[in-house]
């Protein structure tokens, strides 16, 4: 009998079951990781979490008389109630502590300069340059010089806003990105968060006096003239008065400057009509992380046509002309686009300080790192603001000793330059050590064209710069009392525009002036002899000022308000064209009863009046013959005949426009300037503001001699216009009617921190829209730039007062007020002025 060895062995899977068990793993492995991936989106949101601000319950904190009580409405608006101001003003630093630090901290450090030391070396030339001016230095000077009764407000709110920091159960987010710790407020950040809206609005370094002085000296006398109009036709200031048109220098009056125009360098600038827009600072070669942007220092473009004026609207009317008999406040500030956004809404309820025991309500905006409402009503005064573009700086020519380069002479006579070491930190590199040069005028800033050393004599270097009497606004009682203090603030110069609950409206400027004398101001000077410089301050009875006028209307948009010798007083520091005033103006006049929805609707006027004529000129350049030579003409006036007469975001017709005019402006005016950029490549024309009136005035006369001469006729040079922007609109593919308005004004409204991480953009940024308005026109829009926030409001009838801002009130991107207060601001909806309903209560209490 036989046996047959057998080996035991396992049956081979079939194909289809070993499919399935590698797909039973994969679905493990993926379930797994998904799971990390959950845990860590969930264990991430908790800590982030852990740094949104208290909203119900009880807090302890040191410092207080009495308990705060703080109720925030739907939007995050507090109200916040004390037993007396300065308990106030330590519940609104705890408020600010949690909800807006790291937006009070970069604040602080741009105006410090100290922006390396938070983000690294990346920031280093935006420190150096805004180190030259020693903020810090001077913020504790003017901290140190305060009485006891501002450094107790001062002090509540510094310590406010460390308790709020220190409440948080984390640090503010973007310190966990940036891998850092936050510094602690301390009472002279305040008066650096000051320091920061001078750098906004007046921190262009002398740049307009140094133009003027280029093209005062380079271009022959009646070109100068020409070039340089103080004013245009568009001009529409509240007393009327206008200046006449100037006339084109005939060939006569030029002499040689045929010649210099026949070999015109080309401006190095982009004149793509989807340039983005800017403000006009000199920091943008140095901005990396789109912090020059962000902080509002650096150039956002090259584009003459985009630039925006950083100021602002408001208005106000009388009682005489509206529906109710009270007088209406209308203010929207005009700044750059950031979140979150630069204003934090607040209302003050407190037992009157003048011991009547009655209660003060104070409404409006407040700037994180201040303790004071900036813009709003107390229930008898309503206020508002726009940058006043009067001359707060000058360039002084230095007289060096030939025999010790060490000292210059003074009026006093020889005096040796001052010299500060300044230590700027790198989070990420060495420190650098900067050697500041100062004189008694300020600091040794620049050189010119000829190797003249310069220095800076700017407003915001003297102590009186910054101070706390913006407070007392809180309690001014009617027009007279709010201008006289205005009168006494210490910040950058503003169009002051009040109201008050008798229905009077009046304006000032606010903020210090100085007296200036032997000069004017627009051109760089010796100041070594005496005969030229400032002799102190204006007092306040000195102030220009217009009450009660006779049309019951006030108006300013950054443009001339006055004539005259109020005008003197002001001087020239970059005035916007009057377009946008004379607009407002207009329709202010046609309201007989104004409601705050008809003041509503003139701040969102998109209409485009100032290109009316522009549009004309259009026309008439495309003639039949001159469509025959290029078919795409034709297409561009059949959009153009469309012209709805907005800049509206379905709109081709008005960017078309729009983009000839700048494009002309390019081609005409910068031909006609060119000597200066050869002179010294800084040199920028259209900073000089006014060209609207040289730039119309040769388009309408036409006269050979200024003619480019790149071009055979202004017909040519018209039509060239016309084919460069095509070639330009086109490039990149697509119909000319689908090139909109829209298209081109796409608002995005971003935190700093998506500048340099894009990954986050969707969680941190608005989302990008396409939104209508422009510059010259009430509803001021750009890519980054438009109103901050819009009120309208009646003192003591705050209930029918409309607010709307862009993004909403808190920094932190899991809170419910980060965001939902934007859709309002975007299509103009009119929300209330006033905090609405209660849903969060916080007590504060004292330990």
């Not at 006289?484 to 903020?511: C, K, L, Y």
Request: charged share 25%; net charge negative; with cysteine.
């Amino acid at each position: 009998m036989s046996s047959k060895n057998t080996t035991d062995t396992a049956t081979p899977p079939s194909p289809r079951r070993l499919g399935q068990r590698i797909l039973r793993a994969l679905a493990i492995v993926i379930a797994l990781v998904a799971a990390l991936v959950l845990l860590g989106a969930l264990g991430f949101r908790w800590h982030l979490g852990r740094s949104l601000a208290t909203l119900d319950g009880d807090v302890t904190i040191p410092g207080l008389a009495a308990p705060v009580t703080i109720e925030r409405d739907t939007l995050g608006v507090p109200t916040i109630r004390g037993q007396n101001r300065i308990d106030v003003a330590r519940g609104l630093g705890f408020l600010h502590g949690q909800e807006r630090f790291f937006q009070m901290d970069l604040i602080r450090r741009q105006a410090a300069g100290e922006l390396s030391e938070l983000v690294g070396a990346a920031a280093m030339n935006i420190d150096r340059r805004i180190r030259q001016h020693r903020f810090r230095s001077r913020a504790q000077d003017i901290i140190a010089a305060l009485d006891r009764q501002d450094r107790q407000l001062f002090d509540a709110y510094v310590e406010g806003v460390n308790s709020g920091l220190e409440a948080l159960d984390a640090p503010p987010f973007e310190y966990m990105a940036l891998r850092t710790d936050p510094v602690p407020w301390r009472a002279e950040d305040c008066m650096l968060a000051v320091f920061s809206m001078y750098l906004d609005l007046q921190g262009n370094g002398g740049q307009r006096e140094r133009d003027y002085g280029i093209a005062h000296d380079v271009l022959p006398p009646a070109l100068y003239t020409f070039l340089t109009p103080p004013g245009t036709s568009w001009d529409a200031p509240i007393d009327g008065e206008l200046f006449e048109t100037l006339p084109i220098p005939t060939p006569e009056d030029l002499d040689s400057t045929i010649q210099q125009v026949e070999e015109p360098k080309a401006a190095s600038f982009n004149f793509g009509s989807d340039s983005e827009d800017i403000r006009t600072h000199d920091v943008a070669s140095d901005d990396v992380l789109g912090l020059a942007s962000f902080f509002g220092v650096g150039d956002r473009a090259t584009h003459p046509a985009d630039i925006l004026a950083v100021g602002s609207n408001n208005w106000a009317v009388a009682g005489t002309h509206t529906a109710h008999g009270g007088a209406l406040l209308a203010d929207d500030m005009h700044l750059g686009h950031d979140v979150p956004n630069i204003w934090y809404r607040a209302s003050f309820v407190f037992p009157d300080p003048d011991g009547s025991g009655r209660e003060r309500k104070v409404t409006g905006v407040t700037l994180p790192g201040v303790m004071v409402i900036v813009a709003g009503s107390n229930g008898e005064v309503a206020w508002g603001f726009t940058n006043s573009y009067g001359d707060w700086t000058d360039l002084v020519e230095l007289e060096i000793d030939p025999q010790d380069p060490e000292v210059y002479f003074t009026p006093d006579g020889p005096r040796r330059f001052e010299r500060f070491q300044e230590v700027i930190r790198a989070g990420d590199g060495p420190d650098e050590t900067l050697e500041i040069v100062e004189t008694i005028w300020g600091p040794v800033w620049d050189t010119d064209h000829q190797g003249q050393q310069r220095a800076l004599r700017w407003v915001a270097h003297d102590q009186r710069a910054a101070n706390l009497v913006l407070q007392e606004l809180e309690t001014a009682s009617d027009v007279d009392q709010a201008i006289e203090i205005a009168n006494r603030i210490g910040s950058p110069a503003q169009n002051f525009v009040v109201a008050d609950h008798t229905g009077r409206i009046g304006w000032t400027i606010m903020g210090p002036m100085p007296r200036r004398y032997g000069h004017d101001g627009r051109l760089p000077s010796s100041w070594a002899d005496g005969q030229r410089g400032w002799n102190g301050w204006l007092e306040p009875d000195e102030y220009p000022r217009v009450v009660d006028p006779v049309s019951g209307r006030i108006w300013t948009a950054n443009s001339r308000v006055v004539g005259g010798e109020m005008y003197a007083l002001l001087g020239d520091g970059g005035y916007d064209l009057g377009a946008r005033a004379q607009q407002i103006r207009n329709g202010l006049l046609k309201l007989e009863q104004a409601t705050e929805e008809d003041l509503l609707a003139i701040q969102l006027d998109d209409r485009a009046i100032f290109l009316e004529r522009w549009q004309r000129l259009v026309l008439e350049v495309l003639t039949p013959e001159a469509i025959a030579e290029d078919s795409r003409r034709g297409d561009f006036r059949q959009q153009v005949e469309a012209w709805g007469g907005h800049a509206s975001i379905d709109s081709v017709a008005y960017r078309l426009v729009r983009g000839f005019r700048a494009v002309l402006h390019q081609q005409v005016l910068e031909s006609l300037t060119a000597p200066c950029r050869e002179a010294d490549d800084r040199f920028r024309y259209f900073r000089l503001g006014q060209y609207e009136a040289p730039l119309w005035s040769l388009v309408q006369e036409q006269p050979r001699h200024l003619l480019n001469p790149e071009f055979g006729s202004w017909q040519e040079q018209f039509l060239a216009t016309i084919d460069r922007l095509l070639d330009e609109l086109l490039a990149n593919g697509g119909a000319l009617e689908s090139k909109t308005w829209g298209d081109r004004n796409q608002v995005r409204i971003r935190h700093p921190l998506s500048r340099f991480a894009p990954f986050a953009s969707r969680w941190l940024d608005m989302p990008t829209t396409p939104l209508p308005g422009d510059s010259h026109m009430p509803r001021v829009q750009g890519n980054r730039n438009g109103a901050s926030e819009r009120l309208v409001v009646s003192p003591g009838r705050e209930s029918e007062g409309i607010f709307h801002m862009p993004t909403g009130q808190s920094g932190h991107p899991l809170s419910p007020f980060y965001r939902n207060g934007h859709q309002a601001w975007m299509e103009g909806q009119p929300t209330s002025f006033l905090p609405g309903e209660t849903t969060y209560t916080l007590t504060l209490s004292p330990n």
